[in-house]
Nanobody, 120 residues
Framework: VHLVESGGGLVQPGGSLRLSCAAS????????MSWHRQAPGKERELVAT????????GYADSVKGRFTISRDNAKNTVYLQMNSLKPEDTAVYYC??????????????WGQGTQVTVSS
């Protein structure tokens, strides 16, 4: 199983980045996908979530109106479009996949993370 994030980097305040997470080794369409982030000295926090079919999306209050999560099930990829970036968005961003099966429990996977730095 692999979740490989890409698209991070250094960007100025007000700029944009698009993160990608390519999944392999499991049935992508069965999994709810989400992006999380962890800033230095802080706990990891949920940023955005998308259901297996992309029908329900949730966002942290701190990113609503600026970030958009989407997925392409044909490419086994989930994206995070980040606009109007702020210095407080600086963090390592992680891709996460989870599936809950009645009677079998949870199956979940984390990516290795990609660094996003917002600074002038």
């Amino acid at each position: 199983v692999h979740l490989v994030e890409s698209g991070g980097g250094l960007v100025q305040p007000g700029g944009s980045l698009r993160l990608s997470c390519a999944a392999s080794g499991f049935t992508f369409t069965n999994y709810v996908m989400s992006w999380h982030r962890q800033a230095p000295g802080k706990e990891r926090e949920l940023v955005a979530t998308i259901t297996s079919a992309g029908g329900t999306i949730g966002y942290a209050d701190s990113v609503k109106g600026r970030f958009t999560i989407s997925r392409d099930n044909a490419k086994n990829t989930v994206y995070l479009q980040m606009n109007s970036l702020k210095p407080e968005d600086t963090a390592v961003y992680y891709c996460y996949a989870i599936r809950r099966v009645i009677g079998s429990g949870e199956f979940d996977y984390w990516g290795q993370g990609t660094q996003v730095t917002v600074s002038s």
